[in-house]
């Protein structure tokens, strides 16, 4: 029997576990477009750390739980390993009431994690490290979608050999049905360039890019020649570059400048929402789900979308872990007014 959602998330779930540091160095790179940041420690030293977190993690869980929390009907399609860490991922996400339905159990390989290394006090800037483990196995075929009725369908990292066939069988199943595409693309993704994926971008609704990703993905599909590469250090020019090549709308966040966001010609830009850091994992996760949740109840209207997510991500970046400090939809329209 179908059920019927307001939004299905696709991709990883994995168990974070977020350690600090104050040891670390922020080195900036200006010349190197697509890293202007650099974490570095002494070779060789044996590093201290000051705390440990243990939390749930993984652009699939985290888009998923804001969903939730925004009071959308929600399930998630993701794999797990047969094991401890698998079981709790089941259990939280059914206390969040995310149907689990099309989650999947991996015999062979164990749940996904991640090592996330915090830089500092101060600046909270982090590395993340990934063992993808059962997530490389997901499989996301008509079979696995049919069941699940869906509005939008939000699609985040990919990983494992066969991602793009995934990705391919997603787009084609959600153009059947009249299902909306949003998509946070991964690091596979994004190194596998315009070429590969444009057409992919074609059928997408929404995209999702932070400045350095945006500028990855342009380089592999604008030719700079004896140009001044600086020139795609300018977020104006990565909007509309992105958006001829297909995406309805292109949303690219830029830190503490804000995000911006591209649709039908007209450029939309929200302040960020100052508040104290304690951690910066999964805050483009909580910005994109933000947005939209916000884009289901008011499809054109962009600008309440981009509010939603830089209020709701800044909240997420006052606490320790992917999925805290999230507003529930009540809360964030009281902190919106």
Not at 10 to 36: E, M, S
Not at 193 to 214: M, Q, S, T, Y
Not at 216 to 227: A, C
């Amino acid at each position: 029997m179908k059920k019927t959602f307001d939004v299905v998330s696709i991709g990883g779930i994995v168990r974070d576990i977020t350690f600090y540091t104050d040891k670390g160095r922020i080195i900036k790179t200006p010349d190197n477009l697509t890293a202007q940041k650099m974490i570095a420690f002494e070779y060789g030293a044996k590093i201290n750390i000051f705390n440990t977190n243990y939390t749930l993690g993984g652009g699939a869980s985290n888009t998923a739980h804001v969903f939730s929390l925004l009071g959308l009907k929600t399930a998630i399609i993701a794999r797990i390993g047969k094991d401890i860490e698998g079981e709790l991922m089941m259990k939280k996400s059914k206390e969040d009431n995310i149907s689990t339905d099309a989650v999947q159990i991996d015999s062979a390989l164990h749940t996904g994690y991640s090592l996330i290394l915090c830089s500092s006090k101060k600046e909270h800037d982090h590395v993340v490290y990934t063992y993808r483990g059962a997530n490389e196995n997901l499989v996301v075929d008509e079979k696995v979608m049919n069941p699940l009725d869906a509005k939008w369908y939000y699609i985040s990292s990919m990983c494992g050999s066969n991602w793009l066939k995934t990705m391919k069988n997603i787009i084609a199943f959600a153009k059947k049905k009249n299902i909306k595409i949003a998509w946070n693309p991964g690091n596979l993704q994004l190194q596998a360039g315009r070429k590969n994926i444009e057409k992919i971008l074609k059928c997408v609704d929404a995209l999702f890019l932070n400045k350095d990703e945006a500028i990855e993905l342009v380089l592999s599909g604008v030719k700079i020649g004896k140009r001044d590469p600086a020139f795609l250090n300018k977020t104006l020019y990565l909007l509309h570059i992105l958006n001829e090549w297909g995406p309805k709308t292109v949303v690219i966040t830029e830190g503490k400048k804000g995000a911006y966001a591209l649709r039908d010609d007209k450029v939309y830009k929200a302040k960020v929402v100052k508040k104290k850091v304690a951690d910066t994992t999964g805050v483009g996760d909580a910005f994109g789900a933000s947005f939209v949740a916000s884009m289901i109840e008011e499809p054109k209207n962009i600008e309440r979308a981009l509010r939603w997510g830089v209020v709701n991500s800044a909240y997420n970046l006052t606490k320790v872990g992917a999925q805290e400090g999230v507003l529930t939809r009540q809360e964030l329209l009281e902190k919106i007014k």
